[in-house]
Nanobody, 124 residues
């Protein structure tokens, strides 16, 4: 059973940066697509970006507009979400999820495994 754990969340001022980690145990992430999602209070879960099994990436450009980058470290069985130029509207619980077929998608219903989430708060 694949288990995912997010870390790296916290409080940051507007314009700051954070790097979130999605660490896997139980199975190798090789072959999985890993997506990052976020959910703010009162909002639906929103796809932020995804890295496919071949390391192709897609992003929700309306939401992140080149500010966020996803990278994979297979040796550490970890996927990262680098977030720069953070804005108050980026405040949310951030989740990583794994899709077993390695397909890049921002549709949360297509993901098979989820982490518990990590809080990101952007405020002055």
């Amino acid at each position: 059973q694949l288990q995912l754990v997010e870390s790296g969340g916290g409080w940051v001022q507007p314009g700051g940066s954070l790097r979130l980690s999605c660490s896997a145990s139980g199975r190798s992430l090789d072959g999985y697509a890993i997506g990052w999602f976020r959910q703010a209070p009162g909002n639906e879960r929103e796809g932020v970006g995804c890295i496919g099994s071949g390391d192709a990436t897609i992003y929700n450009t309306d939401a992140v507009k080149g500010r966020f980058t996803i990278a994979r470290d297979n040796a550490k069985n970890t996927v990262y979400l680098q977030m720069n130029s953070l804005k108050p509207e980026d405040t949310a619980v951030y989740y990583c999820a794994a899709e077993i077929h390695g397909i890049t998608t921002l549709l949360p219903d297509l993901y098979d495994y989820w982490g518990q989430g990590t809080q990101v708060t952007v405020s002055s």
